[in-house]
């Protein structure tokens, strides 16, 4: 998961209140729900210490959403008398919760906001393409792409100009194919997205396919039925869910695979608090990978102002010449240190022998 977005929550130092809200519930008391949960969520904030400035921006933000139609829940990240970021969740979280810690509580956001890839649905036919942006978040124009528009329609005739004609036609779709698959990987390349879904008759689909760069072909599926039906959604959903599945057991098994060490003595990656904080501090996280049930993910560390300064102990900060220093959970110390190299973070499911042990765990980057 591309977590860049959260880079304005470390350009402040803390402490942060963090709440999540649940907006799946819509019925005729809902406005008024929504109302006594802000109150709540501010009181709650209050209680663990934050300030009247902080706890009231709280209470308008969740208030506002009081006639919002959301279908899941908000994330409020706050500090200073201001909300910093209000990301939507692409699933409700379990009940209301707010908590005042000195970093923001981003962790539950890996499930919460969703690692659904971002997909870009390509609606293709003889004449170009309509691109339209898909996540968890729900779905988005993209653009479009026109080709040339005449000659398009075959001849079953025999004369030679009709034949003549019918290879312009069939020079005119590969062009036409061509310019869509530019199209696309510029659109890819643009927004990032993970997946890549051809929509349209199998010809100009496969066309479009064939001509895609050598570096999307595994990111393409052929979705199985057509614009307009009612399946094509389902189609889209499973695509993305496929995918997912895959990317989290692909680097599961790289994880595995690069504990052990080179001819060099050097492994490729680590688990552990103690291993993570030090390859933190040494900025060599390549990618951090979280089991949600790990329970080293709640151990405390120590943190100092910036993204590097983590240890297991408050006496090592002092040894690096850091003389603030606050206890925090330990993932969301890691994810701060992944966000500011702009480092991906993976969850990863429950494995059989429970890897990364303890839940936490990184493949590393050399310098």
């Known amino acids: 998961m591309d977590l860049r977005f959260l880079h304005p929550l470390y350009e402040h130092s803390g402490p942060w209140a963090s709440v999540y809200v649940d907006t799946s519930r819509h019925t005729e008391s809902t406005p008024h729900e929504r109302h006594l949960t ?13 300030d009247d400035a902080t706890c009231r921006a709280v209470e308008s933000a969740i208030d506002d959403l009081r006639h919002s139609s959301e ?4 994330a409020l990240f706050a500090r200073a008398g201001r909300v910093v970021l209000d990301p939507p969740l692409a699933r409700p979280p379990q009940g209301d919760t707010a908590e005042w810690a000195p970093l923001p509580r981003v962790a539950p ?10 997909c870009v649905v390509a609606y293709v036919d003889r004449r170009g393409a309509d691109f339209e942006l898909r996540s968890g978040l729900g779905r988005e124009e993209a653009g479009s792409v ?15 100009s009709e034949r003549h004609f019918q290879l312009k036609v069939e020079n005119t779709w590969e062009h036409n194919a061509g310019e869509v698959a530019a199209a696309l990987s510029d659109c890819q390349e643009e927004t990032g997205a993970d997946l890549l879904v051809l929509v349209g008759d199998d010809r100009e689909v496969r066309a479009v396919h064939e001509r895609l760069p050598q570096r999307l072909r595994d990111r393409v599926v052929e979705a199985r039925h057509g614009a307009g039906s009612r399946l094509l959604d389902e189609d889209v959903e499973q ?3 496929e995918h997912t599945r895959r ?8 994880f595995l695979a690069a504990r052990a060490p080179d001819d060099e003595g050097r492994t490729g990656a680590v688990e552990g608090v103690p291993a993570l904080v030090e ?4 900025h060599r996280i390549d990618e951090l990978l979280i089991r949600v049930d790990g329970p080293d993910n709640h151990r405390e560390v120590w943190i100092g102002e910036d993204p590097d300064q983590v240890a297991v102990r408050r006496t090592e900060l002092r040894a690096l010449g850091e003389q603030n220093s606050w206890a925090a959970r330990a993932d969301d110390a890691l994810i701060r240190s992944a966000v500011a190299t702009d480092a991906p973070v993976l969850v990863v499911p429950a494995a059989g022998e429970e890897a990364p042990v303890g839940g936490l765990g990184a493949l590393l980057r050399w310098k």
């Open 239 to 241: 695509a993305r869910t």
């Open 38 to 50: 802000a109150a709540a969520m501010a009181r709650r904030l209050a209680e663990q210490g934050a």
């Open 109 to 118: 956001l890996l499930e919460l906001a969703g690692q659904d890839p971002v």
């Open 279 to 282: 390859a933190a501090r040494e």
């Open 247 to 254: 990317r989290a057991e692909a680097e599961l098994d790289r």
């Open 71 to 74: 279908p899941n829940g908000r």
């Open 146 to 160: 026109a080709g040339r528009q005449h000659p398009l329609h075959r001849t079953s005739t025999a004369d030679w």
